[in-house]
């Protein structure tokens, strides 16, 4: 059934707010300027407050039910991240306030930058990305600008290997590189005899995700770190999902030059919606004078008794701006108080439970479904949503019925290199309970794709509407209201 709209909730005189008597002589507004035709809804405070938190329970959340969104890090952000960003002193600043009087946030910002040089082993940090996407723009224009510099001026290939994030060939594509795609081998590494072949003077570097979207770790990533220096190119790594890795092993010391995270992934600050992300790059020693800026400094160190002062400053060849202001300051505390609850230990075990949740995961679904790339997982794993004996189920018939189970669907047809893929994320802040659960449900879903099959096709049953032509969706975005059938 429809929800009625909220005109169709508006009764003539009722009325949700009170203004404050004028203080100033009241004023005729221009007559251009009223439209008194326009049909505004009238509705008590209440009438609103019901129909926006009814919409709002229509929509699925992390607070509301399980997302185990592979390559999406859909973890559970800690209310005590947003009493952080919600402290006055942070929220109350202004981007344009000198430097003296924002000590507290560059310290803040600092401190960030600081914590995310120990876990990936890089030397230098810039904040300002808004997203993984964007940090991985900055990051791949560090690069040019650093062959630039030293005159390669021939060097214009990126290789991508074919589990990249589709991300990856987009970034090197606006940057003006020539992307070469890269093929897997049967372990789902990038395959090293091909890589041989490509490796020449004209590749400027090689963007990699380790783990990569099949959820495995590159078992060669050394030979492919030293194979692209040798020819003189660069390592790009792909740090969106980094949960898998923190607090055991630093992208850094593997030998990686440039990479960008996800806090909005890696340190649980939300996403989806819209909503703004951070997506900071760090960079090895060689690279650092070319981060974008301006970057905190400390302008003046501290002593015992004093605290340092600090400041903003740009990098000696940086690429520029990449970001108005200082980039999300809302993202950074919340990662940096994510950061700091956690501890040094508690990202090692961040990293444990993601990885041991993803191969629980895997160890109960494995039976079930075909894992064609099927060895120990990192924080995620990628099955085959269809059955030989039930050939007319696919996996988007899978991932729809699982919303009638109150799950959100996983990731699906991607990567592209497995046939109808299921990528499975559980992430470290689910219980084993509610992975019982979701096991326990996709179990009962295959059997359904044997014997009711036309349940799946007609799936999801619960929701407000059925199934939405995805692509229209979301080329031609309706955000104004809802519009019945
Ligand atoms: C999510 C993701 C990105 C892009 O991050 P956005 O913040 O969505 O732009 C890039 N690479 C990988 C591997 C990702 O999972």
């Known amino acids: 059934m429809a929800e009625p709209t909220i005109y169709e909730l508006s009764s003539p005189g009722r009325m949700g707010v009170r203004f404050p008597e004028p203080d100033v002589p009241l004023a005729d507004l221009p007559a251009g300027l009223v439209r008194g035709e326009l049909p505004l809804p009238e509705l008590s405070e209440l009438d609103v407050v019901r129909h926006f938190t009814h919409l709002s329970r229509l929509n699925y959340s992390i607070d509301g039910g399980f997302y185990p969104l592979g390559s999406c890090t859909m973890k559970y952000n800690p209310k005590v991240n947003e009493v952080a960003a919600r402290l006055p002193g942070f929220a109350f600043t202004h981007p344009l306030q000198p430097a003296e009087t924002v000590q507290g946030n560059l310290a803040l910002m600092h401190e960030l930058q600081e914590y995310l040089k120990e876990i990936s082993g890089l030397a230098a940090i810039s904040l300002q990305p808004a997203a993984g996407a964007h940090g991985e723009f900055t990051g791949v224009l560090i690069m040019k600008a650093y062959h630039d510099a030293m005159g390669n001026t021939n060097r214009t290939k990126m290789l991508i290997p074919d589990s990249a994030h589709g991300t990856n060939p987009a970034t090197s594509s606006m940057s003006g590189f020539e992307v070469v795609p890269l093929p897997s081998d049967e372990r789902g590494n990038v395959d090293l005899a091909a890589l041989k072949v490509l490796c020449d003077d004209t590749v400027a570097g090689l963007m990699l995700t380790n783990p990569n979207t099949l959820g495995l770790f590159d078992e060669n990533v050394v030979e492919v770190v030293n194979m692209i220096h040798g020819c003189g190119g660069l390592i ?250």
């Open 236 to 485: 790009y790594g792909d740090g969106a999902n980094l949960n898998a890795l923190l607090g055991v092993a630093r992208p850094g010391d593997i030998g990686f030059d440039v990479m960008h995270f996800n806090l909005h992934k890696t340190f649980s600050t939300p996403h989806g919606g819209g909503g703004p992300g951070s997506g900071p790059v760090g960079v090895a020693a060689h690279l650092a004078d070319f981060l974008p800026g301006p970057n905190v400094v400390i302008a003046e160190e501290g002593s015992e008794d004093e605290a340092p002062l600090f400041d903003l400053a740009m990098p000696a060849k940086s690429i520029g701006r990449v970001k108005s202001f200082h980039g999300h300051f809302g993202m950074m505390i919340r990662a940096f108080t994510y950061i700091t609850m956690h501890g040094a230990d508690g990202m090692r075990r961040i990293a444990e439970h993601a990885v041991l949740n993803a191969n629980y995961l895997l160890a109960k679904l494995r039976k079930t479904y075909h894992v064609p790339y099927d060895r120990i997982c990192m924080h995620e794993f990628v099955m085959e949503g269809v059955f030989a004996d039930a050939p007319g189920v696919h996996a988007l018939d899978i991932a729809k019925r699982l919303m009638d189970y109150n799950f959100h669907p996983p990731t699906n047809y991607f990567p592209l290199i497995v046939h109808e893929a299921l990528m499975i994320e559980p992430t470290e802040t689910e219980n084993k309970q509610t992975l019982d659960v979701f096991a326990d449900v996709l179990i009962k879903i295959a059997e359904e794709a044997h014997t009711q099959p036309e349940l799946l096709h007609s799936a999801p049953h619960i929701t407000p509407i059925g199934r939405l032509d995805e692509v229209k969706a979301a080329k031609d975005l309706v955000l104004c209201c809802w519009i019945p059938e």
